[in-house]
């Protein structure tokens, strides 16, 4: 079994979507300027963004991150695992082009420190939420077919038509 499951690893990530929503609003310049972002920038090759509170795309940057948690959220709470096994590639490709495209078009509006960032933290998390989304499938996948061997084989039977010449 894992260390952390998909579930509390969904969660991490939506705790952490609130928390850098809330820095973003509260003092965006240490988000700007954190180590992590200047290396990950300096490693791609991209422009270093440098935000400032008067920046008015802030707020929608933050109020954008903050609707992904919640969207994230419902789905969580009502255990909807069809809905991440979904979404999670997709996101995942998504993110791997965004990055591809700041780092192949250095001159674009895209590429910049803190989309680079949030592209590569957003392709760690989706990766390790999928590779536990597809264990625990397995698992449920497994635990289904141990308690309804019997109906599973009963089914089979059933199917089965001897044809005599």
Known sequence: MQFLTAKSLL???ILLHIAVSYFLIH???NVSTAGFVILLAQAVQVPIL???QANPLISFISIFLGITALADLVPLMAENWTHFETLVPVRL???FLLVAYSYFVPTSVLSNSLTVTYAMFEIWCNFLIYNNLRDEKFYRMKKYVEDHAGEIRQAQDERI????D
């Open 161 to 164: 038509h001897v044809i005599e």
């Open 50 to 52: 440098h935000l400032t």
């Open 11 to 13: 969660y991490i990530r």
């Open 93 to 95: 490709f998504a993110f």
């Open 27 to 29: 003092n965006p310049e």
